[in-house]
């Protein structure tokens, strides 16, 4: 049972334009929703997190918007580079501190 | 400051064979968390450590086990490997429960 949904699979996204993918979780239990981006050959890194407190979360060209009624939460990427190309995962962490992730996206950004 | 330091970086093993993987958190966090990564996947939770004890277990069956230090490091051990114990496997460490876990590069297991 996969307990977050993630999409698109893959995105392909013009230099400058915004890159938008999409989570959607089961779970009412879930305590934290972080997004992780990952390299080739690197693990995961902690993009932004944002509790279920609150609606939207912005850092830099960043930014969180969760739906909890929905049970559904976005990662938007805002004037999207070269350097963004990676694969995006959503997570969701447990109460008993389980990170439970996403398929992933993997974004590419065309120069 | 060093991040989360995990070895060996690769490591090739034969069927039925026993493997050992091990991961220094940063310093001063007392939460380590152990992650498989089948290629083109998420990371699926193995295990996680607080404070020396095992506070979780994630859907892996028993040939997989796992231990944390005094010092607050960890080994992952897995026994009779198969060939679909084939993948990256990722250490994670936070200083409580409450924080965002940092991972390290990861150890590219490969069993033939």
């Known amino acids: 049972q996969q307990q977050v949904k993630q999409s698109p699979q893959s995105l392909i996204v013009q230099k400058g334009g915004i890159s938008i993918i999409n989570c959607a979780y089961e779970?009412?239990?879930?305590?934290?929703f972080p997004w992780y981006q990952q390299f080739p050959g690197k693990g995961p890194a902690l993009l932004i997190a944002?509790?279920?407190?609150?609606s939207e979360k912005k850092e830099g060209r960043f930014t969180i918007s969760f739906n909890k009624s929905a049970k559904q939460f976005s990662l938007h990427i805002m004037d999207s580079q070269p350097g963004d190309s990676a694969t995006y995962f959503c997570a969701a962490r447990s109460r008993d501190d389980k990170i439970i992730f996403g398929k992933g996206t993997r974004l590419h950004i065309l120069p | 400051d060093a991040g989360v330091t995990q070895s060996p970086t690769h490591l090739i093993k034969t069927r039925g064979q026993h493997v050992t993987l091990r991961c220094s958190p940063i310093?001063?966090?007392?939460?380590v968390s152990w992650y498989q990564q089948v290629l083109g996947q998420g990371p699926q939770f193995i295990f996680q450590?607080?404070?020396?004890?095992?506070?979780g277990r994630g859907n892996f069956p028993d040939r997989f086990s796992a231990r944390q230090f005094p010092n607050y490091s960890s080994e992952l051990n897995v026994n009779a490997l198969l060939l679909g114990d084939s993948a990256l496997y990722l250490c994670a460490s936070s200083l409580d429960r409450l924080g965002g876990y940092t991972f390290g590069s990861g150890t590219r297991l490969t069993v033939v």
């Open positions: 779970n009412t239990a879930f305590d934290y």
């Open positions: 450590y607080y404070e020396k004890e095992e506070r």
């Open positions: 944002i509790r279920p407190d609150v």
């Open positions: 310093s001063g966090h007392k939460s």
